[in-house]
Each structure stands twice: as structure tokens, then as C-alpha cells.
């Protein structure tokens, strides 16, 4: 039988791992990490779990509230850190919000599946 700590320690790791899982350049909300982590309704449980990480450990800045806005205070130490750190990957925020259409992680899912492949490029030595 498993104990409450194996299960949270389980729920924990599956929402590190959802977050090291988002590409570089894109952002997610706290309620998108929880269902990928197979948590749905659990948004309150990544922002704890990103509280408890080490800095360096977790891409955080690429989390964010479900309306694309950053969740530290504007104009604090943290939310100027995670502007930096998104602008740094090309990620506009404006007035303290990402355009999540523009730059959330997988949004667009029928782009995903039905998009024409990208066509392969010719080495220039070959044209």
C-alpha cells in the first residue's frame, strides 16, 4: 500500500517533470503543468512545488497564470527576473503578460497535428 508521502512525492516529480518538459521560447500556465502532471485542478500544488525548487533547477519563468500573466507583484525583484529570463528565451511580455496564443507551449494542437511537415533544406554546397 502506498503512503501519502509516496503519492506526493509522486505528484511532485510528475510536476517537475511537466515542467522541465517546456520548451525553450514557450511559457505554460500552473493549471496546464498540473494536467499535464495528470493532476487536473492541482494549479495551487505547481506554484507550492515551484516554490519548494531550487532556482536553478526548473525553467519557472516559463510558468505562468492561466491569463498569461506573471504571478510576482509587478515591478519586485522576482517578477523583473522572470521578465528578464523569458525575454532572454524571446518571449514578449508586455504590461506583465505573455500573449499565450502566441507563445504557449503546444496551444494550437490541430496546427500540431494537420500543418504541413517543414520542408528539409538543401545544403548550400548541394544548390
Same mark, same amino acid.
Given at each position: 500500500m502506498k503512503s501519502a508521502h509516496d503519492t506526493s512525492t509522486a505528484a511532485h516529480d510528475a510536476i517537475r517533470a511537466a515542467i522541465a518538459g517546456i520548451p525553450q521560447g514557450s511559457v505554460a500556465s500552473? +493549471?496546464? %503543468?498540473? =494536467?499535464?502532471? &495528470?493532476?487536473? &485542478?492541482?494549479?495551487?500544488?505547481? +506554484?507550492?512545488? $515551484?516554490?519548494?525548487a531550487d532556482g536553478g533547477e526548473l525553467p519557472w519563468q516559463r510558468v505562468l497564470r492561466s491569463d498569461g500573466r506573471i504571478a510576482f507583484p509587478p515591478g519586485s525583484r522576482a517578477f523583473r527576473e522572470q521578465v528578464r529570463r523569458l525575454a532572454g528565451e524571446g518571449v514578449l511580455v508586455r504590461n &506583465?503578460?505573455?500573449?499565450?496564443?502566441?507563445? +504557449? !507551449?503546444e496551444r494550437d %494542437?490541430?496546427? $500540431?497535428? !494537420?500543418? #504541413?511537415? #517543414? =520542408? #528539409?533544406?538543401? #545544403?548550400?554546397?548541394?544548390?
Open positions: 500552473y +493549471g496546464e %503543468i498540473a =494536467r499535464r502532471a &495528470g493532476l487536473p &485542478g492541482r494549479a495551487r500544488l505547481v +506554484g507550492r512545488v $515551484l516554490g519548494e &506583465g503578460r505573455v500573449d499565450l496564443a502566441a507563445f +504557449g !507551449w %494542437i490541430d496546427r $500540431l497535428l !494537420w500543418a #504541413p511537415a #517543414p =520542408r #528539409p533544406r538543401m #545544403p548550400k554546397a548541394a544548390q
